[in-house]
Nanobody, 125 residues
Framework: QVQLVESGGGFVQTGGSLTLSCEVS???????????VAWFRQGPGNERECVGWITWMTGALWYADSVKERFTISRSSARPIVTLQMSALKPGDTAVYFC???????????????WGQGTEVTVSS
């Protein structure tokens, strides 16, 4: 079992930047082997969508077209944290952002068994 805790949400103006963090923990041996950590978001009245994911061991990345070149996902080598750096934010980025962990890289939320509690991001126009 993997536990995830997000932090870093808040209010920002259009064009601004914000960084979200997802701390990963768990007691099982080798939890980071084949681990994939994804960021999802769910805006008002919208379905939950994947904005990107990273594989823990190799650092392979994928981004949704809507956030490419604006969002960057990275993982720390010192601490088990995955960050989502967001820049050039737009009102359409307003959502609750979740990090999720699974064993298969996918944009489908059903592939992820472990979820954080979510952190809210509001972009004002």
């Amino acid at each position: 079992q993997v536990q995830l805790v997000e932090s870093g949400g808040g209010f920002v103006q259009t064009g601004g930047s914000l960084t979200l963090s997802c701390e990963v923990s768990g007691r099982a041996f080798g939890i980071f082997d084949s681990l994939v950590v994804a960021w999802f978001r769910q805006g008002p009245g919208n379905e939950r969508e994947c904005v990107g994911w990273i594989t823990w061991m190799t650092g392979a990345l994928w981004y949704a077209d809507s956030v490419k070149e604006r969002f960057t996902i990275s993982r720390s080598s010192a601490r088990p944290i995955v960050t989502l750096q967001m820049s050039a934010l737009k009102p359409g980025d307003t959502a609750v952002y979740f990090c999720a962990a699974g064993r298969k890289w996918s944009q489908d939320q059903r592939s992820y068994d472990n979820w954080g509690q979510g952190t809210e991001v509001t972009v004002s126009s």
